[in-house]
């Protein structure tokens, strides 16, 4: 198994078309696919994938430790408050302990330091794990997609149970490859996510902000060690100068992927561009799509040669 993140620092580079489309081509060369939408605060591989109703997964709802104080039994020691390593319970002495809900990261220590027993433990929705083998015409991939409930801000919690998931769907299935859709930017959600990576496929945009942007994640792949592979989205838009990108950052760009207005019209129909207008002759995006995929079949066979 070999799990290969997709991320791309910057919002809207193109990182879940390239997920979605590099899982659907290792899964036509008769690859076992699980596809992981692990932007849980804006989960959309199911919509590239043609399936916009979440309600026909299969799901399996998540909750989260949220601690209450019982007045009538707290006796204002403040213990819950000494443990609370990310300070979301704030007491001013004498007084009944509030909980800053933001902050706390559901990890119980209060409750079980409590010498009162004054913590009620109690669990709030925090999300859903949604999951369903999706068929493109004759080709099968399984996708999970993590959701997080509006209002909440644990996103690692809900990435956690997903790879808890994973390691029990793994045990019957024997997947091939795993390709996570990352959240945008460079944050602890991405972190976690490069981190159970083999190795990252950045994807960006020859722009100012792409630029930018790209450099935080390959410095974040760089801080957890895992090596780097940029990918070019909309190669043709500029020509604004990447001077020693690849130098400088130890990293390569793979693939370039021109501007393509038949990838904007497989958007709107809602079929992956992979399977879009099979029967005319294969555009330069699709090659570009299709030269990605070999790169991850050949790093494979490298990996084992």
Known sequence: MQIISVSGGKGGTGKTFVAVNLALYLATK???????????????TNILLGKTDLSEFESAEISHFVPKFDENKCTKCGKCA????????????????LLMQNLCTSCELCYRVCPDDAIIPSYEPLGKIYLKTIRVQDTSLDLMVGELSVGQVQAVK?????????????????????ITDSAPGAHCDVE???????????????????????????????????????I???????????????????????????YD????????????????KLAEEKSS???????????????EKSTYD
């Open 30 to 44: 008769k690859k076992n696919v699980l596809l992981m939408d692990c932007d849980v605060e804006n989960p959309n």
């Open 82 to 97: 000494q443990v609370c390593r990310p300070h979301a319970i704030f007491q001013i002495i004498n007084q009944i302990p």
């Open 158 to 178: 809900i990435l956690e149970r997903m790879y808890k998931k994973l390691e029990k769907l793994n045990a019957t299935h024997k997947y091939d490859y795993i």
């Open 192 to 230: 976690f996510v490069i981190k159970q990576s083999k190795y990252v496929l950045c994807v960006t945009e020859p722009t100012p902000f792409g630029i930018h942007d790209l450099k935080r994640i390959l410095e974040l792949s760089n801080i957890v060690q895992r090596n780097t592979f940029v």
């Open 232 to 258: 070019m989205n909309r190669a043709t838009i500029t020509d604004y100068p990447l001077n020693n990108l690849e130098k400088d950052h130890n990293t390569h760009i793979i693939a370039s992927i021109p």
């Open 261 to 276: 207005l038949q990838i904007m019209e497989s958007y709107a129909q809602g079929i992956p561009f992979l399977f879009y």
């Open 285 to 299: 995006s699709k090659i570009a799509i299709e030269s990605i995929g070999q790169f991850v079949v050949q790093k």
